[in-house]
């Protein structure tokens, strides 16, 4: 895993282009706001290529005392590796490193295969955030 601060413009470009994928596929909502550089990220890279094949992007939200997991995304085709697994734990090892009793994070209710995995790391459900749009 290599961590990097996003305010890399090339890490930062690399972490809107999983997020992006992660758009088309279904898994990140198409209006999320994009990713802005003052976020922390973690990156899997294929041994062979380096090409950046899952990340976790993560930061302190303003007024909290855990860390946001905002991101977490494998391309399909290096699922089932323990990738996901693998970027989770680098960010609880964070989490922990800094005294922060907990790392959170939200997902879309359609996304079952996200809430499934999160089941499996030892994630409980939480809050579910509801939003009605204006116009």
Request: negative net charge.
């Amino acid at each position: 895993m290599q961590e990097c601060d996003l305010a890399d413009g090339n890490r930062l470009d690399e972490a809107r282009a999983l997020m992006l994928a992660g758009q088309l596929e279904g898994a990140i909502p198409l209006d999320r706001p994009e990713l802005t550089g003052v976020e922390d990220a973690f990156f899997a890279r294929d041994n062979s290529t380096g090409e950046a094949v899952g990340v976790a992007v993560y930061y302190l939200p303003e007024g909290f005392d855990h860390l946001w997991l905002d991101i977490l995304y494998v391309v399909p085709r290096c699922r089932r590796q323990l990738i996901g697994s693998a970027l989770v734990d680098a960010v609880m090892r964070v989490a922990k490193h800094r005294g922060f009793p907990k790392v959170e994070f939200g997902t879309m209710l359609t996304n079952e295969t996200m809430q499934r995995f999160a089941r499996h790391e030892g994630f409980d459900k939480g809050v579910v955030y509801m939003s009605k749009a204006t116009a």
